[in-house]
Structures are given as C-alpha cells and as structure tokens.
C-alpha cells in the first residue's frame, strides 16, 4: 500500500525553523517526484516546492525561495522540507505528494497524498 507520513509540525514563534519529513512507503521513492503543499484556514491549497526524482533539480514558490530548502534521501525513503526565517503567514497544514514530475516549483497530476502535518508560526 502506498503510503506518505508528514512529520515534524508544531508551534514556532517568528523567525524560528522547522524540518518537516515525508515518510514514504509501499513503493521506491526514487521512481517519484515529490512536492510539498500548503492550505491555510479559508485559502485554496497552493504548492511550495518541488524536487525531481533524482534530487538534481528543486525549485521554490517566491513566497518561501531563499528560507525553505527540500532535500530528499532515496535511501531513507524521505523528503525533507527545511523551513527557516518562519512568518505568520507560513502558517497553515503542509503535506507531501508524489507523482511523476514536477513543473517548477509545483508536482505535475500528484498522486499519492499524505495527510497532512500542522505548522503555526505565531508569538
């Protein structure tokens, strides 16, 4: 069965950090994309990040480009997102996806979803 756990949520105060992970398993992360998304109370869900199946090529939507930085280790069948510089407005439920490839910094026709992990960035 596939599956996709996020990790690593919480509450950070302004200007704080946190890594999420993307767990993946039931089937080789190497074959797949992977992206992270984001949906805040009362917005439309929108992508963050996207980083090829090899890992060669990560991109950033404007809004986190300079203080989030994806990684993935096939290995441990995981993507991280590193998340510095956090605002307010970071604020909402992040998940992972995978799917096949990925058109700039969004996941083309993802696939397989995770369920979500919460961040609040607030004082």
């Known amino acids: 069965q596939l599956q996709l756990v996020e990790s690593g949520g919480g509450l950070v105060q302004p200007g704080g950090s946190l890594r999420l992970s993307c767990a993946v398993s039931?089937?080789?992360?190497?074959?797949?994309?992977i992206g992270w998304f984001r949906q805040a109370p009362g917005k439309e869900r929108e992508g963050v990040s996207c980083?090829?199946?090899?890992?060669?090529?990560?991109n950033y939507a404007d809004s986190v480009k300079g203080r989030f930085t994806i990684s993935r280790d096939n290995a441990k069948n995981t993507v991280y997102l590193q998340m510095n510089s956090l605002k307010p407005e970071d604020t909402a439920v992040y998940s992972c996806?995978?799917?096949?490839?990925?058109?700039?910094?969004?996941?083309?026709?993802?696939?397989?979803w995770g369920q979500g992990t919460q961040v609040t960035v607030s004082s």
């Open positions: 996806a995978a799917g096949h490839r990925c058109s700039d910094y969004l996941l083309q026709t993802p696939n397989h």
């Open positions: 039931g089937f080789t992360l190497d074959y797949y994309a």
């Open positions: 980083i090829s199946r090899g890992g060669g090529s990560t």
